[in-house]
């Protein structure tokens, strides 16, 4: 499979993309713990469909220790004992607010759950990040960028 556009080949696209990065490099330095950032991004790009962000996500994670185990129960987390509960209210809040068509967007209990666990700034930082990886699985679907070539801190600095 290949790209049907490669947005890194172009000016504009590779100008938006930095900055894109750079936004992402922002996230990783807030009190959001990276397990869960990698976690979340993680699952949403299952959601949607995004075989690029599901390969870089997971190739990340491991690099930064994530375990085996528990990436390969991401999909299955609400049947998994792997996670913890700040995991799980994080892992809850990326799917509804991946899913926002399918059901209204996310629930009171779901952002209650949030809340017990995500001071402000690591909440601003959750919700950011949801939004993030939501419109990077967006431009990797409609490009069909494929997965398999990504290689761990490919993005890690903007140049």
């Not at 000016?11 to 950032?37: C, E, H, I, V």
């Not at 993680?42 to 491991?62: E, P, W, Y």
């Not at 913890?84 to 809040?93: D, G, K, N, S, V």
């Amino acid at each position: 499979m290949s790209a049907r556009f490669d947005l890194m080949n172009n000016d504009l696209g590779k100008s938006l993309g930095k900055r894109f990065a750079g936004l992402a490099m922002l996230l990783n330095n807030t009190a959001l713990p990276k397990a869960t950032q990698e976690l979340v991004s993680l699952r949403a790009s299952q959601i949607n469909g995004c075989g690029f962000c599901v390969d870089m996500h997971t190739k990340d994670a491991t690099a930064a220790g994530e375990t085996a185990e528990r990436l390969h129960l991401v999909a299955v987390w609400r049947e998994a004992t792997v996670f913890t509960p700040a995991e799980r209210a994080a892992l809850a809040l990326a799917e509804e607010g991946t899913r926002i068509a399918d059901g209204g967007g996310v629930s009171d209990e779901t952002w209650a759950q949030a809340r017990e666990h995500y001071d402000d700034d690591q909440l601003a930082a959750l919700v950011c990040l949801i939004g993030l990886i939501n419109a990077a699985n967006r431009m990797n679907v409609i490009v069909r960028m494929p997965a398999g070539l990504y290689q761990p801190g490919q993005f890690a600095t903007v140049s």
